[in-house]
């Protein structure tokens, strides 16, 4: 047999993996658009003045092989030791069936967050379930589906307060048994606020002085106290009670609802998610019904859909920023879903016995720890504990954290003397041994009964999770199943196109996955001595580097755990350089009106001024207006935020302008960084002029969207302002820290070094080149039907497009949601629905899709766009039609059928896959019901009977 070569090149290489249109396909394509080839499109898409003169290099590309043995080598470099150092952050088991159904698999982490609820009942049912959990263990009634770590929770917590308490006064408590990170992270978020915060022992805590107060509990040191008291008190005051509880320690003791506490905040991480170095992992939030609406972020609830049957659906705050923008509660927006989902399922594994059992076991191993070091005559504090002690050892500080090194744990360094001890769900009799070693003790007999050192007065009196779905068969078989049910109830990536507009919901490849679940990455805590943690700093310097080298900036900060947390650090590090400057008066914002909704509510959070600015009528910030407003606040304009491509998805010419503007008036550019898919090799946003940037790394950069979070948002800076990015209590800086870990949530960061470097600059670039292609072959393929608003000069829209639907309320009395509930239908997630343009669908692609994709996407919008012309034309009833009754169930096909319309037509329209027809498990879900009758924790199990079936 002769041998012959073949120039096809497999999908690992020249990044096939990405990039959806085939060679042949994108030539089809250039046919539609009528472009000699890519590069004459990206000419037209892509003004030459802001084009980048370099091109992207970061030497060959990785094969996926080479990808995962370069990986593998830096993961050896952090150091896996048993890591006792507690403060918030615990060793856990996460059971392998969840490692495996849940985390790692992309039925769950390639969902978006639950907006269309039709399309993610099984994801909201498993946050119900997280919610009915925190609320069960904290003992208030409602609980939201997560924030971002402990330490946000903490401030957030704190800001709530002062919007619901009575009292007037404008300083906050803070227990000083809090852990330093979350008064760190609560000292930063109060002090642009102008809030007083006052540490100190709870005993001097003056009611009369405070809008609120927060105890750690159990303290960082271990102490246990009842605060009853103290909240008696506060409330006296009119003021509010926080605490801050660890949920495994609520399954023994008295729960903050018990003591009349407000509100609880707390990780879930233990419940199941690896410390990961400081992430991710969901925070909790629970308060009382009466604060419901002020409660900041992601409120699941329950409502019916059309035909009456239980749905569920995020309540109240849903989207709250677009809508209320500098007046919002908060800038949470993504959030922690997954994690939370993770943490859901760990207590629907272990139920409540299984919890207890897991405390118990904790607390006693922890009695005999101490007994042991009492034995030996050290002294332990305090008395009574769950499962920290801190052992003052004197002069032998050094000495025993390095002998238990040596030994294989790292203990916590408490003050100049003393030495915490945290026990977790991994320690094992060995573990103990060690410990005891490290402080020199060789016990002959170690077999110390132990006995129960938890006050009496605050055993749990409670019962929880006393729901059903907490008391399931635990069978493996049936908890796959279950957790593969509530899968299938959703649409996610691993199905369809996703095709939201700002979000970029790209392909995550399961070899930039793989990494996430190394224990060289998953099991480090994240104040581990600096020597343990090689392979991240290595990571984390040469992500840096490429980031900077996209953005065009000076230094990265890994810290905020979500792009609102980026522009919310990187407005206080503007604020810092003003101060520095000796202008910290300026507190004017610039924000043209179409921005995302996170924009005004970070800026208020550093208690800036927004001035909005007009968009003129092709979409463009409004030069005239823009410079009119920079002048009449010359004198205490602090910045502008703006993003680019603009949200209407234009590559607007001004945009230097725009920066020279702000910059010959005194104030510093933040660009929204939301939209780097559109720029990544093309355009750096420090070239254009922007001081500051925030990148989702959970869209341009490959981590997946998790249903809802997990993300990160990382911030690039220009030179000057470096000395004023977040820092750290552990790391050091001179300013405060925005999340609890110095590094945000770096166990994501293997994902996005790992696409940078298996695409290479070229790789990187062609990956924007394709995402514009795509965004304008859909434009082209749905113009004529819908009309398609913004474009550039040339006619070019950059990586996403607006169609607007609002002629259709006129002509037919259809809606935006009509058309997006509609797509369900065809087997698709809608489009981003009336933003930035109410009553417009904002659509991108991403490079990620194919053509075939692509045009069964267009198929559907057309078939869609037929059906409303039926409407307009008489041939169909206004308010019977399958626009209004989308989206159809398989009940709807074996039920009676009398509408005027086949059931052909309406369960599969043009685009839905016949035999991998998605179904939705109900139909359109009634928003105004469920806000009305409140029910945010599981219901009854008779009403999951039907479901169930
Ligand atoms: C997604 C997005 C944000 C917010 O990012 P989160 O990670 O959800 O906080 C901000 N601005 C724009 C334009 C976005 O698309």
Redesign the pocket.
């Known amino acids: 047999m002769t041998y012959t070569p073949t120039d096809y090149l497999p999908y690992d290489f020249a990044n096939r993996r990405h990039i959806g249109p085939s060679p042949a396909e994108m030539e089809d394509m250039f046919a539609v658009l009528g472009v000699r080839d890519l590069d004459q499109l990206i000419d037209e898409t892509v003004p030459a003045s802001i084009r980048q003169v370099e091109p992207l290099d970061f030497g060959k590309p990785k094969s996926e092989r080479e990808l995962l043995w370069h990986m593998a080598q830096v993961a050896k470099k952090n150091k896996v030791l048993t890591s006792l150092i507690g403060q918030g952050y615990h060793g856990t088991v996460t059971p392998p069936a969840i490692q495996r159904n849940i985390l790692e698999n992309p039925a769950w982490y390639t969902a978006y967050t639950p907006y269309q609820p039709e399309i993610s009942q099984g994801r909201l049912e498993a946050l119900l379930n997280y919610q009915t959990m925190v609320s069960d263990l904290t003992g208030l009634e409602i609980a939201n589906a997560s924030l971002l770590d402990e330490g946000t929770a903490c401030a957030e917590a704190m800001t709530m307060a002062q919007r619901v308490a009575k009292s007037k006064a404008n300083a906050f408590f803070v227990d000083e048994n809090c852990h330093p990170q979350n008064i760190a992270v609560i000292r930063t978020r109060a002090k642009p606020l102008g809030i007083e915060v006052i540490v100190g022992a709870p005993d001097d805590l003056d009611a009369s002085k405070v809008f609120g107060a927060i105890f750690q509990y159990p303290g960082t040191h271990g102490h246990l106290r009842d605060f009853t008291d103290e909240i008696a008190a506060l409330h006296a005051a009119g003021a509010v009670g926080v605490v801050s509880a660890d949920p495994l320690a609520l399954c023994l003791l008295k729960e903050p609802g018990a003591m009349g506490a407000d509100i609880a905040v707390g990780s879930t991480q233990r419940f199941g998610v690896p410390m990961g170095y400081g992430g991710p992992h969901a925070a909790y939030m629970a308060t009382k019904q009466q604060y419901a609406r002020s409660m900041p972020g992601r409120l699941v609830g329950v409502s019916i859909d059309s035909h009456g049957n239980r749905a569920y659906r995020l309540s109240l705050q849903t989207r709250e920023q677009h809508i209320r923008r500098e007046k919002a509660t908060s ?4 959030a922690q879903a997954l994690l939370a989902v993770m943490a859901s399922f760990y207590a629907v594994f272990h139920g409540p016995e299984g919890l207890r059992a897991i405390a118990q076991r904790i607390h006693r191993k922890t009695v005999r720890l101490a007994r042991g070091l009492e034995a030996a005559g050290f002294k332990v504090e305090p008395k009574e504990f769950f499962d920290t002690i801190t052992v003052d050892v004197g002069l032998l500080q050094q000495g025993v954290l390095l002998s238990a090194v040596r030994e294989g744990v790292n203990l916590r360094r408490v003050g100049e003397t003393k030495v915490g001890i945290t026990l977790d769900e991994l320690t094992r009799p060995a573990t103990i041994e060690a410990v005891w070693r490290a402080f020199g003790i060789i016990l002959e007999d170690k077999d110390f009964t132990p006995d129960y050192r938890l006050p009496d007065g605050l055993l749990r009196q409670s019962a929880y999770l006393t729901h059903p779905i907490f008391h399931m068969n635990r069978a493996e078989t049936e908890m796959m199943r279950y957790m593969r049910r509530l899968a299938d109830r959703d649409l996610a990536l691993d199905r369809a196109m996703i095709p939201l507009g ?2 970029t919901m790209k392909l995550n490849s399961a070899a930039e996955m793989m990494p996430v679940t190394w224990p060289e990455f998953g099991q480090l805590h994240p104040f581990v001595p600096a020597d343990q943690a090689e392979g991240y700093a290595e990571l984390i310097g040469d992500l840096s580097q490429k980031l900077c080298d996209i953005t065009g900036y000076a230094a990265i900060s890994m810290q905020p755990n ?6 919310y650090a990187g407005l206080l590090t503007i604020a810092a350089w003003h101060e520095a400057q000796g202008n910290g008066h300026r507190n004017v914002c610039l924000i043209p009106t179409s ?2 909704g ?2 005004p509510a970070s800026a208020q959070m550093v208690g800036w001024k927004v001035v909005p600015v007009k968009s003129t009528e092709n979409g463009d910030i409004d030069l005239e207006d823009f410079r009119a407003k920079a002048e009449q606040y010359a004198e205490t304009l602090a910045g502008c935020m703006i ?1 680019y491509p603009s ?1 209407h998805g234009v590559f607007e010419e001004t945009v230097k302008e725009v920066c020279d503007i702000t910059h010959a008036h005194g104030g510093q550019v933040y660009i ?1 960084g ?2 780097m898919n559109a720029m990544v090799g093309l355009a750096r946003p420090g070239d254009l002029g922007g001081d500051v940037s925030h990148l ?1 790394l ?2 341009t950069f490959c981590i997946p969207h998790g249903g809802g979070g997990p ?1 990160m ?1 990382p911030i690039g800076v220009k030179p000057h302002l470096v000395p004023h990015l977040p820092g750290h209590p552990e790391t050091g800086g001179t300013e405060g820290p925005v999340s609890s870990a110095p590094f945000g949530s770096p166990s994501l960061l293997p994902i996005s070094w790992a696409y940078c470097l298996m695409m290479g600059g070229e790789g990187l670039t062609q990956a924007t080149r394709v995402a514009i292609l795509n965004a304008n072959y859909i434009a082209r393929r749905l113009e004529g039907a819908y009309k398609v608003l913004y474009r550039g000069k040339q006619g070019r829209v950059a990586h996403e497009c607006i169609i607007d639907t609002r002629p259709f309320a006129e002509s037919a009395g259809v809606t935006v949601d009509d058309i997006a509930k509609r797509l369900i239908d065809n087997g698709f997630h809608a489009p981003t629905m009336s933003w930035p343009v109410a009553g417009t669908l904002m659509i991108e692609p991403t490079e990620s899709e194919t053509k075939a994709e692509l045009d069964r996407f267009c198929t559907a919008m057309l078939a869609i766009r037929e059906e409303i012309r039926e409407i307009e034309e008489g041939k169909i009833d206004k308010a019977n039609n399958p626009l209004k009754n989308a989206p159809h169930t398989m009940e709807d096909l074996v039920r009676d059928w009398d509408r005027p319309y086949s059931r052909e037509q309406g369960c599969f329209p043009p685009g839905a896959f016949r035999v991998d027809k998605y179904w939705p498990p109900v139909n359109r879900v009634d928003n105004v019901w469920g806000d009305r009758n409140l029910t945010c924790t599981c219901p009854p199990m008779e009403a999951y009977a039907d479901a169930a079936e």
């Open positions: 800038n949470v927006c993504t700002s979000c979500s792009g609102a947390q980026g522009e921005a995302h996170t924009n993003t949200t929204d939301a939209n989702n959970h869209k993300g948002g």
